[in-house]
């Protein structure tokens, strides 16, 4: 059976015009580097998937990923919206301290770039001898730019480099390498290629491609975010599921306007669960499953946009208050799986407290190198692996948006401040997430030693930038 025939018997076809370059075609290596596929959600909420508790969405092969491997219950995104929390995964560094620390935008299409220098995540792996794929949507530097991901570390990209481009699931064109390619029967304003079957398409090629090497690849799919979008087939796996509701278009997103929002937005996060588990499938027939880590995370919580406002009919954000734009924890606790079979011990969960900056350490030491020094992050190997290991003394986070708001977690407390850039010396609420996980008792009053020690930390952590300022503007 040749590759064509092969992937034909997984029910996707292959995608047309996929090239690799020569050099990183598949080729015979006696390496036991394991295989690593980081599959990073958009704005999927903690309580999104059934294996955390969803009721209404159907999850089967992520549910079955959780029953086979870890499930993290304190698991952080980098930041609360998409470029600030991508680069804190890439470089290791939270919020306080990275180059990226909001979405910038750049002008026709893109964000503002990480600078060329950067020891990215894709580097690291690249040097520890990884082929590195990067297949979804970047956000972290215009095409051409020095942040482009093809002057990051990645040998082969495919997608969208735009956060904005990567609004709409038909667009007229996604990127390949440094390449447009036009999406045929997407021209003006058409909807005929869902650009999501496309992501996972690619995702298939590039292991089968690289079967024979160790390879990385990182997986940014676009749902469920901004809009409301899918083909008719996973829209009517929930026709008539949910009570219709009236729905207004804000600005950020759109909708079809035929489809009840409800349906489209779970038939969205069954499709992405379907090719997941095309995934899993391929790993198998591959016999690379027992050599191959695979994590699932979500970049920030819940989106609001585009009208959609169903974080509370679905429970996306689980028993957390707020969503995507807040740090209160349901904008920026996200799920987490590892699985990695005959490593990983199946059915477990761990209530270590970990997020985005801890990947790169995790993965540079898997792959056998140095992290870069400074970096804040946490290798948490060790805890995939089932062992102990020192925690973090605190996590941090700054956002730009909004008036400006802080956070920090120390142990169980959680410390919020809003408003910075009006009021940088504003209140600080505080939250006792062991016994008020969903933050609705503030108990500064009660604590005001903690409330300091958090104060000191906010001062420490923020460095501050001349890209993002963040001090009264």
Same mark, same amino acid.
């Given at each position: ?13 292959? !995608? ?5 370059? %020569? ?6 290596? @006696? #390496? ?5 596929? $980081? ?17 209404? *969405? ?36 939270? @919020?306080?301290? @990275? ?26 792996? &690249?040097?520890?001898? $990884? ?14 730019? =020095? ?10 990209? $495919? ?20 390449? &447009? ?69 804000? #600005? ?41 880590? !695979? ?20 429970? /996306? ?6 969503? &995507? ?9 996200? %799920? ?7 490593? *990983? ?16 350490? @995790? ?15 946490? /290798? ?27 956070? !920090? ?16 010396? #504003? ?6 997430? &062991?016994?008020?996980?969903? =933050? ?34």
């Amino acid at each position: 059976m040749n590759r064509r025939e092969f992937v034909q018997t997984l029910g996707l076809g292959m !995608v047309t015009g996929l090239t690799i370059n %020569p050099s990183l075609q598949a080729q015979s290596t @006696t #390496s036991r580097l394991p295989n690593i596929i $980081y599959i990073l959600a958009d704005d999927l909420g903690y309580g999104d998937l059934g294996c955390y508790g969803q009721q209404k *969405i159907k999850t089967p092969n992520l549910d079955q990923m959780a029953r086979d491997g870890m499930r993290f219950t304190n698991h952080y995104a980098g930041s609360t919206v998409c470029a600030p929390s991508r680069c804190s995964l890439m470089t290791g560094y939270h @919020t306080g301290h @990275t180059f990226i620390r909001g979405n910038k935008e750049i002008q026709p299409e893109g964000q503002y770039p990480i600078p060329g220098e950067t020891k990215t995540l894709a580097k690291l792996m &690249k040097q520890a001898g $990884y082929v590195t794929g990067c297949i979804g949507k970047w956000g972290l530097g215009s095409p051409g730019s =020095e942040g482009d991901p093809l002057k990051q570390g990645f040998d082969f990209f $495919y997608g969208y480099n735009c956060q904005r481009h990567a609004h709409s699931y038909y667009p007229e064109y996604l990127w390949r390498n440094d390449r &447009k390619v036009s999406l045929k029967g997407n021209e003006n304003g058409q909807k005929n290629t869902y650009s999501h079957d496309l992501l996972a398409r690619e995702a298939l090629n590039f292991m089968l491609a690289n079967s024979n090497r160790p390879f990385f690849l990182y997986l940014p799919f676009t749902i469920p975010h901004a809009e409301i979008q899918v083909p008719e087939d996973s829209y009517r796996d929930y026709e008539g599921a949910f009570p219709e509701k009236p729905f207004i278009n804000k #600005s950020g997103g759109g909708y079809d306007t035929q489809m009840n929002p409800r349906a489209t937005m779970a038939g969205m996060i069954t499709r992405m669960d379907r090719d997941i588990g095309k995934i899993f499938d391929l790993l198998k027939r591959l016999d690379l499953d027992e050599n191959t880590l !695979v994590i699932f995370t979500s970049d920030n919580g819940p989106h609001k946009e585009g009208g959609i406002g169903e974080v509370d009919f679905f429970a /996306s954000n689980g028993p957390f208050k707020g969503a &995507k734009r807040d740090l209160y924890e349901g904008g920026i606790r996200v %799920p987490m799986i590892a699985r990695w079979p005959g490593t *990983i011990k199946a059915g477990t969960v761990s209530d270590y407290v970990s997020a985005f900056w801890d990947v790169l350490p @995790t993965l540079a030491e898997l792959g056998g190198i140095e992290a870069p020094a400074g970096i804040d992050g946490i /290798s948490f190997l060790p805890t995939l692996m089932g062992k102990s290991q020192p925690g973090h003394p605190y996590l941090y986070w700054e956002f730009h948006e909004m008036g400006g708001r802080q956070a !920090v977690r120390m142990d169980n407390w959680k410390g919020i401040r809003q408003d910075v850039f009006s009021k940088p010396e #504003s209140p600080i609420e505080l939250y006792d997430l &062991k016994d008020d996980p969903g =933050e609705t008792e503030n108990v500064a009053a009660d604590h005001p030693q903690v409330v300091q020690k958090i104060d000191r930390i906010m001062a420490e952590a923020h460095v501050e930038s001349s890209i993002f300022p963040f001090r009264k503007k």
